[in-house]
Nanobody
């Protein structure tokens, strides 16, 4: 099983980035997918989630209206489009796969990617 997240980088405040997470080794289309982020000294926090059934999406309040999660089951890939980025969005972003449960809880995710760094700074 592998989840490879990429697309991070350095961006100015107000800018945008699109993260991708390529999955392999499991039946991607039957898994819910999530994005989390973590900064040094802090707990990993929920960012966004998309279900496998109907593609329902859920977001943390801090990113709602700015971030969009989507998936392409044909490519086994989940995306996180990030707009209007703020310095407080700076973190390592992780993708994860879950069969169910409380989408904002790390404990329900079975597989995790290695993370990609996003830095928002002028």
């Amino acid at each position: 099983v592998q989840l490879q997240a990429f697309g991070g980088g350095l961006v100015q405040p107000g800018g945008s980035l699109r993260l991708s997470c390529a999955a392999s080794g499991f039946t991607f289309r039957t898994y819910n997918m999530g994005w989390f982020r973590q900064t040094p000294g802090k707990e990993r926090e929920f960012v966004a989630h998309i279900t496998w059934t109907f593609g329902n999406t859920y977001y943390a309040g801090s990113v709602k209206g700015r971030f969009t999660i989507s998936r392409d089951n044909a490519k086994n890939t989940v995306y996180l489009q990030m707009l209007s980025l703020k310095p407080e969005d700076t973190a390592v972003y992780y993708c994860a796969a879950s069969r169910g449960g409380t989408y904002s809880s790390q404990g329900v995710y079975d597989y995790w990617g290695q993370g990609t760094q996003v830095t928002v700074s002028s």
